[in-house]
């Protein structure tokens, strides 16, 4: 796997992020797992809500499940190493049981240079409506 070299606070603004639910699987601390879909996602990271309160500087072994095209009928799993860089709770005067009550962002640290660009070409793709 290469490291991943690039800023989430820069990549926001230089790489393209596609705006749509794409499943992950996360693991942490060894305490944890959480399955859930991405808010949005770009070669440099993802952002995701959930209940649970999560570290920033946490690692995530993350597993992305990413449809080869907008059909969705066969799907890559991307392995990748995240690094949650922030957190915002939520603000609700009230949440109903299992409500996401976090937002979380989270930069590569680790991934295949080819999951990476594969990762590029689907962002792409969604947002010339292809």
């Not at 800023?7 to 926001?12: D, Y």
């Not at 993802?46 to 799907?75: G, H, N, V, W």
Request: aromatic residues 8%.
């Amino acid at each position: 796997m290469k490291k991943y070299t690039g800023s989430v606070g820069l990549e926001k603004r230089k790489v393209p992020r596609f705006n749509g639910q794409i499943l992950i699987s996360a693991h942490f601390n060894s305490t944890g797992e959480i399955k859930v879909l991405t808010e949005n996602i770009s070669e440099g990271g993802l952002m995701f809500e959930t209940t649970r309160a999560i570290q920033r500087d946490t690692l995530l072994e993350m597993e992305i499940y990413q449809p080869i095209c907008s059909c969705k009928s066969m799907i890559f799993s991307i392995p990748a190493l995240v690094k949650v860089v922030w957190i915002k709770q939520r603000q609700k005067d009230h949440f109903e049981k299992g409500e996401n009550k976090y937002t979380v962002g989270g930069e590569f640290l680790e991934i295949k240079e080819e999951d990476r660009q594969r990762i590029a070409k689907y962002v792409k793709d969604k947002m010339t409506g292809r």
